[in-house]
């Protein structure tokens, strides 16, 4: 018999599909989905499935929830991958579904194109088949509303350390009763589980590739053999996708909290992954003004010259000049008074009458214009202070679009207020 005579049955399995749970009880993590009483449960347990969602992270359990629930069912499992599938095998599998009970699982769903899609929303709204679709985007962001509204949507999260641990420990469980002897230490176990990302796929494909193949005896993993594996393993990032998003959400919320140690983490993971550098300098730009504005008005500055500086420079050095200005805007006070204020002056403006320009302000530069009374404007510069009272926007009063954040800090925004406050005898509006 040679290669092309072998059947399925004779095929090596991955350890991560011989794993897979038969239940979900033998589940891994995702604890508020399969506990008793859960609405997954309650959906089995009633024999009324209808059309799922799985939604979350690769390597979290989307496919092996998917088989347990088709077990637990008693239902023929038929699995298809949206970007491969074809109309007539999602009517093929409807067309089995009216003969005997099937459950359809729709691996990728939100790479189904609109003909699928319509044709798959046709068999749900008739409940020919239990279905449940898996996907790694946002399914308000990538599948029809129409698919969405007839679907019960789970969001599964990414495995915790422990939970990661114990899926490494079924596999070496697994491979020791198959006569593969594992001495894996404590420490490793853990290196391993953490450089998975929450990714039981992943770690269980790291675990194999250190066991097999060493002969016959013990095999005993070293950090050497580790480091070996993780040599060129990808960070968990996909850079269209929902990863994407939530990287870029946690590297701006560590400026804006000043942590200068997870901004440079979250810069690490984006560089690491091969974000386009002008990318990160615009976000780092935006939050220069959004998040220290007027405390700090050298952040903008910093942030644009990083700018400019990675339109010359390219990967690795761009890395030190992003990390220069991301921690110019962690390590700055902060003031959300600009961000603020022009977002509440934009609502005013869509929302209330529009504010007639007052005459002393409106142009003068032309003959006839005193005759039309726009007269009355007094220049601040022909005071000696600098400054006069006058009506700038009639009905707008002070404070209402624009609270100073200083706080106790010398700021720029704190030394204005002081400034304002002595010259006009009045107390500056503040947020605090």
Known sequence: MDLFDASPSDRRRPLADVLRPASLDEVIGQTALVAPGSLLRRRIAANALGSLLLYGPPGIGKTSIARAVGLMLGKEFRVLHAAGARVADIRKIADEARMHPVLMFVDEVHRLSATQADDLLTICEEGTTDFIGATTENPYHSIPKALISRSQILKLEPLSLADMEQVLQRGLDHLAQNGIEVTLTPEHLTLIAGRSGGDARRALVTLESLAVGHGEGPVEISAAMIEEVYAAAAVNFDRSGDQHYDVISAFVKSMRGSDPDATLYWLAVLIHAGEDPRFIARRIMIHASEDVGLADNTALQT??????????????????????????????????????????????????????????????????????????????????????????????????????????????????????????????????
Not at 314 to 325: N, S, V
Not at 406 to 424: G, H, I, V, Y
Request: hydrophobic share 40%; aromatic share 10%.
């Open 303 to 432: 942030a644009v010259s990083a700018a400019q500086a990675v339109e010359m420079i390219g990967y690795p050095e761009a890395q030190i000049i992003l990390a220069h200005a991301a921690l110019h805007v962690a390590r700055a006070p902060k003031s959300g008074a600009v961000a603020r204020g022009i977002g509440a002056a934009l609502s005013y403006v869509r929302s209330e009458p529009e504010v007639k320009v007052p005459l002393h302000l409106r142009d003068a530069h032309y003959t006839g214009a005193a005759k039309l009374g726009h007269v009355g404007y007094r220049l601040p510069h022909n005071d000696p202070r600098g400054w006069v009272e006058q009506t700038y926007a009639p009905g707008i009063a002070p404070g209402q679009f624009y609270l100073s954040d200083a706080r106790t800090a010398a700021t720029f925004e704190k030394r204005a207020d002081e400034f304002w406050a002595q010259l006009s005898g009045k107390d500056q509006p503040r947020r605090f």
